[in-house]
């Protein structure tokens, strides 16, 4: 059951890490945590019939490797797809571990029952809160895989361990009749009953594993995530402009406050994303007036000029002039935003006095990562 409570929350603790790994939206994430409860649903149905016939040894070693091999998965998918196959199995090999320790302790149980069956509670509670505790407490020294990946070969060494014991022999070695199967089929009260404990399970893997992942991402984000998710909403986000002008504006305002890294960062960004016509970026940088970016576009560059200098600089014939030009209101305001927001992360990057590349192969390399999106890069393991 310590094992079980870990499958139910581990997708929680380390889904912000997935999102960034395989470039997942809200919608997609969400989607990895309805998978849990159908493979939570399909260990709970075939534990039964699978240990009446074959006893608790066999069921308990596969579901073991069914987690490690979910775990590992996990940690080291190549693909969303295959990804996803693996939480499957994650929580095929959960449900199974979750009904057949229940049932077992039921069976050996010769009186308190009840306080045996409780402590197995106790123990799924200390592995619920354990996955969380664990992951934030080696984050800092260990990436995500490598933690989800060594717990992976605990529950490898659990189902070896599990061959290597004695269990009670199997209640019926011969299987099931199918009639048998049928009348408890039949049987409305199971059915509700089953129906019940079906939600139970999935609620529980849905709820814990959203709440682990608010209070990560929501309560306790870290500044460097909320910068690079400021940035993603700025330069990726929905807008009138497109990604090559917002990278465009930001590595003007970039360049006339002389932050080197920054301007050269996203100037490689708005060359790759304007594709054919990336000497347009360097025009900009050498003298707007003359570049060959469209009027508007000038009128707008212009006023995120006069952001950089001070907000009250922009007069209201400024915004005047843009709109004659074509620019609407949601274009001047996001112009705007991206010049101030800028002038700030320009600020902090040289207030930092962080190491600034000089090679323009490494900006070309980083410009090419930037024009895919933003998320924050993995700290390497010590």
Excluded at 43 to 55: A, M, Q, V
Excluded at 80 to 96: D, T
Excluded at 229 to 243: D, H, K, N, W, Y
């Amino acid at each position: 059951m310590l094992f079980f409570g870990i499958c139910l929350i581990t997708l929680g603790s380390v889904v912000h890490d997935l999102k960034e790994k395989y470039r997942l939206d809200d919608i997609s994430s969400g989607t990895l945590f309805s998978i849990l409860p159908f493979g939570i649903l399909g260990g709970s149905l075939l534990f039964g019939p699978f240990c009446d016939k074959y006893g608790y040894k066999i069921l308990l070693a596969l579901s073991c490797f069914l987690m490690f091999a979910g775990f590992e998965g996990i940690a080291y998918a190549p693909s969303h797809l295959l990804l996803k196959v693996y939480i499957f199995l994650f929580g095929l090999g959960g449900g199974s571990v979750n009904g057949a320790t229940n049932a077992l302790v039921s069976d050996i149980s010769e009186k308190d029952k009840g306080a045996d069956l409780s402590l197995l509670g106790v123990f799924y509670g200390l592995g619920a809160l354990g996955m969380p505790f664990i992951v934030a407490l080696l984050a800092s020294r260990f990436s995500y895989e490598g933690i989800v990946s060594i717990v992976g070969f605990a529950t490898l060494v659990l189902g070896i361990f599990y061959l290597l014991i004695k269990f009670p022999l199997p209640k019926q070695s011969r299987g099931v009749p199918i009639k048998d199967i049928i009348t408890l089929v039949k049987d409305g009260v199971l059915i509700l009953i089953a129906f019940f404990l079906f939600c139970q399970s999935s609620f529980e893997a849905i709820i814990n594993n959203w709440t682990t992942t608010y209070l990560t991402n929501y309560v306790l984000i870290e500044p460097g995530k909320s910068l690079y998710a400021l940035v993603q909403i700025l330069l990726r986000g929905e807008s009138p402009l497109t990604e090559a002008e917002r990278e465009l504006i930001s590595a003007y305002v970039s360049f006339r406050n002389e932050c080197m890294f920054c301007m050269s960062s996203h100037a490689a960004a708005a060359r790759c994303l304007y594709g054919n016509d990336a000497g347009i970026v360097d025009e900009v940088l050498k003298d707007m007036q003359q570049s060959g970016v469209s009027e508007k576009m000038k009128s707008l560059l212009y006023i995120a000029g006069k952001v950089q200098i001070l907000g009250k600089e922009v007069k209201p014939e400024d915004i005047e002039a843009a709109r004659s030009l074509g620019a609407n209101d949601r274009e001047i305001h996001d112009t705007v935003l991206i010049a101030a927001t800028f002038s700030m992360f320009n600020r902090y990057v040289d207030g930092l006095a962080s190491f600034t590349p000089t090679d323009p192969e490494e900006y070309k390399a980083m410009g090419e990562r930037m024009a895919k999106g933003y998320t924050m890069p993995q700290q390497p393991a010590e």
